[in-house]
């Protein structure tokens, strides 16, 4: 009896393997996920201080409570930088999102010739990264050397640069996003498009009025992924910062948290900075992701 | 897998129309709007290997899309790989270091982490899978900045491992795992594998993984291209040239000509030269890529 008891409980309490598994992961997260996010805040509320004493001044750190997050939030450069980053954005997630939609829904048509090598070939830039695209097009833009006509149109003019710069990351991500969409139009049922086709609908109306809406929650992902990317633009006008005057130091939030942590060496300004930008991310990731699911919720209905 | 899914509907849909077998038409719109897409995509690869063969002179004096056949490509080539007592190799032998070595190990921290989430209940288990799952919103590159003030203080900056530790844990990929741990190995294999006197370890490493291995090249090629692409970690935490990735030593040579074009054929390259082997591994694994793994991740 005692003995058919204990094993099920030895059973029940488990093995010590999935712990021991488990623990890396734990270990890294905390170390380098919640402990640097913590550290942000607790630096955020710092600050410097300078006495003046007998024997010369002497620095202190002093607990500053929320000045940091004040002189950041009215910093009218750092709302600049937040528009700066949104007017790219407002570029590039529509782009993203209406182009692998096309894309996708092309692969997917009936009777689309050479769909492997246009698929392959519209993939084929997510495997360049960020640094490398932006030095490809920066020379693209470059008057001197511009096969795009560079010497007619001004890429880094003061309308253009929103549009060049989102293009580079537009470019990275659109194949990536249309094998998303082109994998969950896949996964459509075919009986649903055959059904629509013998009563008379075109290849178009299918498209717009079954696949879309099928596909709404990929769609969303999509959308996810590309606001989230927008929001921590930094690789492409970091690299494209040498070419031109048109992108300054602190072009973009993220720039501006680099530039006040190790240009400035303000690194308790540069926390608050960071830790805003973690608030907004969380908060934006979201309110995409709400928006998302009522709308796909909609449309299902 | 294109050609495998499209083949039955196409069969079905044929007759289903009007009977006519003639109905074979090319459907020219979406091929078009195809063959645009590419071409986008592909221009500006195909400038750079078109630049490549061009000295600095003829970068500026000859048309951008007619190649020179003068042997500058070869002459770009090894200036870039002699450069600064070919320094270029050895950023290429770090980002394999960083993006191969880093993304085995976190493939095998997420598969581990995932395996024993998705099989397991243990104390707490239910807590640190929730934390997880918070974790996903929280972006690694917004973390750099702290996570360089948090490793100065202990001297780690400036290593090898500033640029390794921090991308070794990635939430989603655990996520991602564990799903796909719940969904492949079934509990009566487990069972069975208990019953035959098979250790829990045994079980995870000859069992576990081999059946999650479809997620998990996918993981790693998501690890792979994360590591390769995130740029402001090592941009903050590195300032020995020698521990360099490509990425981070391009722009180094960009950087100092202040749009100065002196440089640019050694630039460009170096550009060539960090795109094609890439592409080449990419293209060849890509097949192995199951996106519906993302996609389907969300859903649940």
Known sequence: ?301 | MTAIAQTPRRAVARPSRDGRPGSRRINWVATIILLFGAVYCLVPVLWILIASTKSNGELFSTPPLVPSFDGSFFSNISGILSYDHGIWLRWAGNTVIYAVGGGVLSTFIAAAAGYALGKYRFRGSAFVFRTIVAAVLLPSVLLAVPQYLLLAPVGLTNTYWSVLLPQLVNPFAIYLCKIYAEASVADEIMEAARLDGASEWKIFHSIGLRLMAPALITVFLIQFIGVWNNFLLPFVMLSDNELYPLTLGMYGMIMPTGGQPNQFSLVIGGVFLSIVPLAAIFLSLQRFWKVDLLSGGVKL
């Open chain 1, 1 to 301: 009896m005692a003995i058919a008891t204990s094993a099920p409980r030895r059973r029940r309490r488990g093995p010590i393997l999935p712990v021991l598994l488990v623990a890396p992961a734990v270990i890294l997260l905390l170390l380098f996920t919640f402990a640097p996010a913590v550290y942000a805040f607790v630096l955020s509320l710092l600050r410097v201080h300078v006495s003046g004493g007998l024997l010369g001044s002497s620095t202190e750190t002093v607990f500053a409570g929320v000045a940091n997050y004040v002189s950041t939030l009215t910093d009218s450069e750092f709302w600049a930088s937040l528009g700066r980053m949104l007017l790219v954005a407002a570029v590039g997630v529509p782009s993203v999102l209406v182009f692998a939609t096309l894309f996708a829904l092309c692969l997917d048509a009936n009777r689309a010739r050479l769909t492997g090598f246009s698929r392959l070939a519209i993939f084929l830039p997510y495997a360049v990264p960020g640094v490398i695209a932006s030095l490809l097009w920066g020379f693209l833009y470059l008057p001197a050397t511009s096969p795009i006509g560079g010497q007619f149109i001004d890429y880094f003019g003061s309308t253009a640069i929103f549009f060049a710069v989102a293009n580079v990351a537009v470019w990275g991500v659109l194949g990536f996003n249309m094998v998303v969409l082109y994998t969950a139009l896949q996964s459509v049922p075919r009986e649903l498009f055959d059904a629509a086709q013998i009563d008379g609908a075109s290849e178009l109306q299918i498209a717009l009025r079954i696949k879309l809406p099928m596909i709404a929650p990929a769609m969303t992902l999509v959308a996810l992924f590309s606001v989230i990317g927008a929001l921590q633009l930094f690789n492409e006008p970091t690299t494209l910062k040498p070419l031109t005057n048109a992108i300054s130091s602190t072009w973009v939030p993220l720039m501006r948290v680099y530039s006040d942590a190790f240009v400035n060496n303000d690194i308790y300004g540069g926390a608050a900075s960071a830790f805003t930008l973690l608030v907004m991310t969380v908060g934006a990731t979201v309110l995409v992701n709400v928006i998302g699911n009522r709308l796909s919720r909609r449309s299902a209905r």
